[in-house]
């Protein structure tokens, strides 16, 4: 009797389960379709390469990608090397006591703040305090503050996997602590390690609050905007497509194909992460 409650239990889950999992990619398939269906008449050479014109009502996005691209690496710059190397202090270095535990409540919790929040201290600081202004830069220090608990989580769990025996051996052949570190538990965490800041960076190119408050410009006719500039970015651009323009039903063709785009540079970006855990998985082998 006990074994067929346990089977029928084991039943129910794995049917909720995959019940579950079915409807999420049901309408993540609609969704997608909706989006190809509509805007892949939009997309062509002129569409990806040609700067906006009449209002954003012609022309095509090149504007926005060249933003979103600039932003990103902004935001890599900023975000990556301070991340990671939190990350090596926090596991190698510091001590278990109750003001590391704190630092790392702290983090996890910084992960759950809404991404607008962020926008909101963007302003305070480098728009205003830091006397930046409404620029590019602004914007990508702000998606870089937003995207450091992500980058720290994710290292710090990378560089967790990594057995202590392999520390201790080079220790044991004379390496000192930074070059253990260096050259045997980084590079053996690496994967994980570009794994979760590709997926970060490809979140962070997605986001439109941040960059509502910082720097993103509603119509811009430059291909390049200089650092102290504001700059237009593809979700923000699609944002006013979307809500936002005078005639919402003209420009809707653009607003589906500059969708379709947006999701095709986060699709390649997480695509790049994977590609590059199973890289560095084949060569370990």
């Known amino acids: 009797m006990q074994f067929r409650f346990k089977k029928l239990s084991a039943v129910i889950e794995w049917g909720t389960l995959l019940f579950c999992t079915g409807l999420v990619c049901f309408f993540l398939v ?4 909706d989006i190809f269906s509509k805007g892949i008449s939009v997309i062509s050479w002129d569409f990806i390469t040609k700067l906006p014109t009449d209002g954003m009502t012609k022309g095509g996005i090149l504007t926005s990608i060249l933003g979103t691209v600039f932003l990103t690496i902004i935001t890599a710059v900023f975000s990556i090397p301070f991340g990671i190397c939190c990350a090596i ?5 510091a001590q278990n006591t109750w003001l590391t535990r704190t630092i790392r409540a702290s983090i996890r919790n910084l992960s759950g703040v809404p991404s607008i929040i962020y926008g909101l201290f963007g302003l305070a600081l480098f728009v205003q305090a830091l006397n930046f202004g409404t620029s590019i830069l602004s914007a990508g220090f702000t998606l870089g503050l937003l995207s450091l608990p992500y980058i720290i989580t994710t290292t710090e769990e990378a560089l967790l996997r990594i ?11 004379g390496a000192t602590k930074f070059e253990s570190i260096r050259d045997v538990v980084l590079p053996s965490s690496m994967p994980g390690i570009l794994t979760g800041v590709v997926l970060t960076l ?6 439109t609050a941040p960059i509502l408050f910082t720097g993103a410009a509603f119509y811009i006719t430059n291909a390049f905007a200089s650092p102290n500039q504001e700059f237009m970015a593809l979700p923000y651009h699609l944002y006013m497509l979307s809500t936002q323009h005078q005639s919402i039903e ?16 986060v699709f390649l970006m997480n695509l ?14």
């Open 30 to 33: 609609v969704i997608l379709y």
């Open 89 to 93: 202090y926090l596991n190698e270095y």
């Open 163 to 173: 057995p202590a025996s392999m520390r201790e051996a080079a220790l044991g052949v």
């Open 202 to 207: 490809s979140r962070a190119a997605g986001e």
């Open 250 to 265: 003209e420009v809707r063709p653009i607003a589906y194909g500059t969708s379709l785009v947006l999701i095709v540079v």
């Open 272 to 285: 790049t992460a994977f590609y590059i855990r199973y890289k560095y998985r084949q060569d370990e082998k």
